[in-house]
T-cell receptor
């Protein structure tokens, strides 16, 4: 069974600084997709970034980028120039064709301080 | 705004009751997914429908059922409710298969008293 592990329950970053959230996953599949979702206090699940496993290039969306290490089964999220609005719960998720669902990690709560 | 709508936003009911949660996917999306987010279980996949047909089943209790209608909206029915069913229920939609990004609705907060 696929599992997703987020080993950092909480992280804190100062405004304008950079922070990296960790995620590892376990799979025997070769074709899969990885996602980071953000859940602010409103509880809405918002897509942050997506990575296709077949792509070697790391995905980037404005201030958000990933470090995808396929052999190590690692998928970390880097947030640059952190803003107060980045404060939220961040979930790493894995999706594959053998099970249409997304498997989520337990989340990392990110605090942004002044 | 993801384009996925869910009603109601909040639902408070008693044990033993039955409720129906409704979801309308984004325009053009054929797949609907239901997830449950609780404090002790995290985000758990319940069930997926694709163009009216059940495609995948997860940790969905027998007391729970779902369907997707011809207009592609979906309903999740929860019956014989227990205190432990209190959770945030999300609907997500995607164009079709697993390779497509799932976009989440705002969720329905269910409280069972």
């Amino acid at each position: 069974a696929q599992t997703v592990t987020q080993s950092q329950p909480e992280m804190s970053v100062q405004e304008a600084e950079t922070v990296t959230l960790s995620c590892t996953y376990d799979t025997s599949e070769s074709d899969y997709y990885l996602f980071w979702y953000k859940q602010p206090p409103s509880r809405q699940m918002i897509l942050v970034i997506r990575q296709e496993a077949y792509k070697q290039q790391n995905a980037t969306e404005n201030r958000f980028s990933v470090n995808f290490q396929k052999a190590a089964k690692s998928f970390s999220l880097k947030i640059s120039d952190s803003q107060l609005g980045d404060a939220a719960m961040y979930f790493c998720a894995y999706g594959t064709g053998t099970a249409s669902k997304l498997t989520f990690g337990t989340g990392t709560r990110l605090q942004v301080t002044l | 705004d993801s384009g996925v709508t869910q009603t109601p936003k909040h639902l408070i009911t008693a044990t033993g009751q039955r409720v129906t949660l409704r979801c309308s996917p984004r325009s053009g999306d054929l797949s609907v997914y239901w997830y449950q987010q609780s404090l002790d279980q995290g985000l758990q996949f319940l069930i997926q429908y694709y163009n009216g047909e059940e495609r995948a089943k997860g940790n969905i209790l027998e007391r729970f059922s779902a369907q997707q209608f011809p207009d592609l909206h979906s309903e999740l029915n929860l019956s014989s409710l227990e205190l432990g069913d209190s959770a945030l229920y999300f609907c997500a939609s995607s164009v079709g298969g697993f390779e497509d990004t799932q976009y989440f609705g705002p969720g329905t907060r269910l409280t069972v008293l």
